[in-house]
């Protein structure tokens, strides 16, 4: 058939693949307003004698069925214009890395100069601190979730185990911060071989199940162990972190932080050195995710991730690759939940739920598994973006749950996805003909 016939049968095909679409559209609007008539149509308020009233919106549940059928309905026409044209892979995956080169000195730049720039209040540098934690959060569930492709739901676990051991270390024994950090870290990555050994034959869906349940156990554990955590009450009273033995007070004395330098006493210096503290927590994490990638260490958990069979066959200890991932995961969220107890001065088991790993998931999937400086934008998106949103009241998860489904339909692979092993060919190898039946590879 000629070009100009298979022009001719093209819009004679359009209506038979717009039919389908539109059913797939309304039954996508049916499906949004069962979800929203009791989340956003009703909605209970105090009246005034004092009771409960029963309050219909039947507009916004209008208006967000309607975002909903235009969304699908545009998310199909996409796919059908773009037909079963492929991008160019290696194309795409080396311009990706060029804006890699370029983007992460610009976002370590700013986030060095943030305390500095005009403008910067107590406000942004508190953002900027949260920002950073689950930075660095995310770069620790990394090595367990992107390098080595074990499904991680209980990672808080280990947030939570970092937090309380620097709480009770700092409280009971009177240790300084600088001290408990580093056993915050080694307790954490303990219990992380405590988890590994149980789940060395789980893959998969039954990993994720393991994992979820202990990330609960622990929390029911920090809940009722009421002599040593302090039960639903949490550990109050944890010392706050010195500059080298300086505290920061408001005192102005001679001992003090700004006693010593004989500058003006703020609370701000405190945050500032906090700011700049979580800032070199997170980028030693990288450092040494990076390095450990580029390492036999970093190989055999890439390996695990493409193929654990395979793996098995090259002779890699299947049990030490997948138990130092889960120790050096879980010693990176130790690490981040003892910054985390020592900045609020109070933590409680409601601080380590199951939604703090999900959350966790989200900006290492989001980010694109395996990339460092897409998680850093996925956190800084999710964690720092959303902000924005605060004033939405609870629509503001509805355009959370919508920005990620959004990501994942364009970006499948994360932000800025990449799975390429450290060590690969470059070009492909033709096989001989001796080595294989059909006669060529």
Not at 11 to 34: E, S
Not at 66 to 93: I, N, Q, S
Not at 248 to 268: H, L, N
Request: with cysteine; aromatic share 10%.
């Amino acid at each position: 058939m000629s070009g100009g016939a298979a022009a001719a049968v093209a819009p004679a095909q359009r209506p038979a693949v717009a039919v389908p679409a539109l059913k797939d559209a309304l039954l996508t609007a049916l499906v949004a307003f069962g979800l929203f008539v009791p989340i956003v149509g009703l909605r209970t308020d105090v009246g005034a004698n004092g009771g409960l009233v029963l309050r219909q919106r039947w507009g916004d549940v209008a208006v967000l069925v309607g975002l909903a059928f235009a969304g699908r309905l545009l998310m199909l026409a996409w796919r059908a214009v773009r037909g079963d044209a492929k991008p160019a892979t290696a194309a795409r995956t080396a311009l990706l890395r060029k804006a890699g080169t370029f983007v992460a000195p610009v976002l370590l730049a700013l986030a060095v100069l943030l305390p500095f720039i005009p403008g910067t209040g107590r406000y942004e540098l508190d953002l900027g601190i949260l920002v950073l934690t689950y930075v660095m959060l995310g770069w620790g569930l990394n090595i367990v979730v992107g390098l080595a492709g074990l499904l991680d739901l209980g990672y808080v676990a280990f947030y939570a185990v970092g937090a309380y051991a620097y709480a009770l270390l700092a409280t009971i024994f009177g240790l300084s911060f600088w001290i408990c950090l580093p056993l915050a870290g080694i307790l954490a990555a303990f219990w992380g071989v405590l988890l590994g050994f149980p789940v060395l034959r789980l893959r998969g869906d039954y990993l994720a199940i393991v994992t979820l349940a202990f990330g609960e156990i622990i929390r029911v554990v920090l809940l009722n162990w009421v002599s040593l955590t302090g039960g639903p009450n949490g550990v109050t009273g944890i010392p706050r972190p010195t500059f080298f033995g300086l505290p920061f007070s408001m005192s102005g004395e001679p001992g003090t932080f700004a006693g010593f330098f004989g500058i003006e006493p703020s609370p701000v210096h405190r945050v500032i050195f906090l700011y700049y503290l979580i800032l070199a927590l997170a980028l030693l994490t990288n450092w040494v995710s990076i390095r450990l990638r580029r390492q036999p260490l970093g190989r055999a958990w890439e390996a695990l991730r493409e193929d654990e069979i395979a793996c098995r066959a090259l002779g890699i200890n299947i049990t030490t690759t997948k138990l130092t991932a889960f120790a050096l995961g879980a010693m990176f969220a130790g690490i981040a939940g003892s910054f985390f107890a020592t900045r609020q001065g109070f933590i409680s088991p409601e601080s380590f739920t199951f939604i703090e790993s999900a959350i966790i998931l989200a900006i290492v999937v989001l980010g694109g598994m395996g990339s460092q400086i897409g998680i850093a934008i996925a956190a800084l998106v999710m964690i720092g973006g959303f902000e924005v949103f605060r004033d939405l009241d609870e629509y503001r998860m509805l355009v959370f749950g919508g920005a990620m489904v959004l990501i994942m339909v364009a970006r499948p692979r994360g932000l800025v996805g990449s799975r390429t092993p450290t060590v690969a060919l470059g070009t492909r190898r033709a096989i001989g003909a001796e080595h294989v039946a059909e006669g060529r590879g």
